[in-house]
């Protein structure tokens, strides 16, 4: 494929294939490679693709670096060009590029004439940093997204009626990026909702020329909360039962009325299954069994998801069978703590299988964590 592609009367693609890159940000697996999309935009004046000296502006969506990496050599091209882009960028731009850049910062709602075609922008933060917008081409009805609605996928072409059908690398994007960000994803969508689009270009992966309202469709639906009314998810570990049989209490002394009590192995669910229920908790319990003075590896992992997610609450609660040690409900406590949980009740441990009255309270645990559920205000 060419490096440069007309993808509608003068607009450009002039992005970059990384077909091999197999790890992204030294974080997110990328087995279809990526993309780094591009786009050159000529206003009716301009007839040439394009002398460098005559661009007059730069529209940084986005400063992340693997979009704004190139900017200051792409300036040194462009002596005249103003960089068009929100207040955060201007700011991060500042220690990402250490010359000065002449920015125009915009307001949300401002449009730029390129002189026959003009630019809307959407302050649309947090997908997925602070600094991100949308750009209209209003004219063409081509919106650019920067990392919103893109994908890690490197494919033959570049649209996305060329190649197979990639959600699932979409959904799996949204999950690395957006997904602790679900409310400023509505927020966005609610700001571009009505708008004529023809074709969304994202920052990465395919340009979606085919149903493009699918994609903002698909954000939608992932980002809306799946649950009403409130419940608590209790999530556990039991290698040997003794834990099953604590968390079987405590969600016993957790089901209040008005309490839906979610309690799940952590082993049956999927990490998705796992981030989804604990975004939509309003009070979250852990049963965690000390192995080897340890948390076990699956509830780390747990432990490590809340960061990587929007949570509703704040409310915690702890218990955990252990055999000699029984370190695993303390390391849990100041992991949630450094996380601003707070807890209604101690944590409950059993040695090895839990006697009755340990079982009374585990209920009484349950209780206590429905009981702030119930009054906390949203
Ligand atoms: Fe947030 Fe593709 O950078």
Redesign the pocket.
Known sequence: MNDIVEIQPDIYWIGALHPDLRIFDDLFPTKNGTTYNSYLVRGKEVKRLTDPAMVDYIIVN?T?P??SGALALLLEHCPKAVVVCTQSAANFLKNLIHAPVTTHVVKDGEVLDLGGRQLRFFIAPFL??PDTMFTLLEEDRVLFT??AFGAHYCGTGLFNDEMPDVTADMEFYFDC?VRPFKDKVLSAIDKIRGEQIDMICP??GPLLRGNPLRAVALYEQWSRPARDGKNIVLLYLSPHGNTAKMSEAVARGASLPGIEVIRRHINDLTSGEIRSLMEEADGLIFGIPTINRDIPKPVWDVLAYLSTIHLKTAIAGLFGSYGWSGEACKMAEDRLKGLRFTFPAPFVRAAFAPRAEVLAQCEDLGKAVAEAVLHNKP
């Open positions: 986005h992340e693997d979009h997925h940093w920067c990392d990026l920052s990465h």
